[in-house]
Every structure is written in C-alpha cells, then in structure tokens.
C-alpha cells in the first residue's frame, strides 16, 4: 500500500492516472540538490500563503525572538486564514512566528510585519530587497501575507531557493516541522491552540516541513520537503486542484527515482542562494 493513499481516495494505479499525467501548472522536484523534474518552474504565479516564507526570513532576521509584539490594529483588522488576535495583545515574536508558518495565521504575520519595521508597505520593501539579495529575478511581493494581488509574484525555482535560505534557520525548520502546539499571550489568560496546515506532517514518512498557500488566484500551492536515509526531496507545487492527492504521489515518484535518472545531467542542479 503506498504513503499517498493516506491523502486520497483513489491512487494512481498507471501512467495515465500518474501526477505527472495530469500535473499542477507549475511544480519542481528537487533531490539532493538536483533537479528531478519540472514544469513551468520559471514561470511566474501567485503564491498566496507561501509569501509568509519570506516574511519569516526577514523577520528572523530583524528581530529577536524573545520580543514582545504589541497586536496592531491592522494585524487585528486582517482577513482570510486567522487565529483570531485581538488589538493589543503581547505576544513574543517567537509564537507569532509559530503562528504564521503552522496556522498561517494572517493576523500573527500582519503583527509581525508592523512590529519590524513599522507598517506592512515598509516591510514590503524590505520582502522586495531581500528577494533581490538572493538572487529571485522573477519574485515580487506586495503584502506581508499573500493575498492576491497585482503584481504579487514568484516562481516555482525561486521558492525553493528561498526555501532553503529559511530552513537554514533553526527555528524555521523546527516550526515548520511540528504538528502542533500551543501560544499564550503575555498580557491576559488567553491562549491559542495551533494545528500545522501541512497535512504532511506526522502522515507522510521523512516529511519535516515546510509550508501550504491557498488563494482563489493561485489555487493550491504547497513547498515540502522530506527526507529518507541519504536522499532529500524538495518539491514546490502551484496551481494545483488536488494538493494533498498530488504531493505525495510526487514525493514517491522522487523516492524511487534511480539516482543516474536525477543525476543524468550535469547542468541540472539548483543553482545556490547568495546575499547574507
């Protein structure tokens, strides 16, 4: 029985029926460093949730985790996917980030945004200057968050080199790889329960993060990355009408792959994230 009948109730059974027959828009699938398959990966989408990567990168990098966020009224105003914080609750950066990349909390990345660097719009432009800095040519953001909108990009290449650029960071890959837990604010009893919106987690054998995005433009979106003995998989998929039916048949594909199939080309591999 395989991993992906966990996620769907019927499997693919033959090359017709194959996530690669019927694929997303976009999607990359990365081993090892190498470049397994792809389809329109440098093709520019909306990626909803997904932006929150980069949210959390910079703020990782600004802030310390054991600030004290104040929740704006704009944080609180925020719509879509929410934990449900209220206008002046303290909570540590730690557990707004934990908020963002497991619940995908808008209201917790709103909070963030505004507490680095003092409003979204000047949070924005420092998303657009790091997406410079590492080298993402086809990546622009507009909001913190990742509702649609214009102007509003990225590819399927360059989220896996941001990727990897946050999993570098310890506590990235920690929260990204937890099913769940539990934050409290600082300034009353309340507390928050979250539940990691990557079904992968603690279902598909060796997955350990990272992310899921869904909006009306950019359909299903999902970065996952998992490991197995000496082999890793990273796989970015966009557009997608059936995530969870397509991920892990993918993950499978990339597992039972021979080796000389993702190595066959010696130009195929990712080319490496730069910038501090």
Known sequence: MTVGILFAVAYYTDAASSPFAHPPSAYLIQVNGHIYKERNAHIRRPPASLTKIMTALIV??????????????????????????????????????????????????????????GNQRDFVVQMNARARALQLPNTRFTNACGHDSAGLYTTAHDLALLT?????????????????????????????????????????????????????????????????????????????????????????????????????NPGNTMKATVGD
Not at 239 to 259: G, Q, T
Request: with cysteine; aromatic share 4%; net charge positive.
């Open 60 to 117: 990782m990098e600004r802030c310390k985790l054991d600030e004290v966020v104040v929740v704006s009224r704009g944080a609180a105003r925020e719509t879509g996917s929410r934990i449900g914080l209220r206008r002046g609750e303290k909570l540590t950066v730690r557990d707004l980030l934990a908020a963002t990349l497991m619940a995908s909390a808008n209201d917790a990345c709103r909070a963030l945004a505004d507490h680095a660097c």
């Open 164 to 264: 990897e650029k946050a999993m570098q960071k310890p506590l990235f890959a920690e929260l990204v790889a937890r099913k769940e837990m539990r934050i409290r604010t600082l300034n009353s009893k309340r507390s928050y329960y979250l539940r990691n919106k990557n079904r992968l987690i603690g279902r598909y054998p060796g997955a350990i993060g990272v992310k899921t995005g869904t909006t009306p433009n950019a359909g299903q979106c999902l970065v996952a990355i998992a490991e197995r003995e000496e082999r890793k998989v990273l796989l970015v998929i966009m557009h997608a009408r059936n995530r969870w039916w397509v991920a892990p048949a993918m993950l499978d594909a990339a597992f039972a792959a021979d080796s000389a199939d993702i190595e066959k």
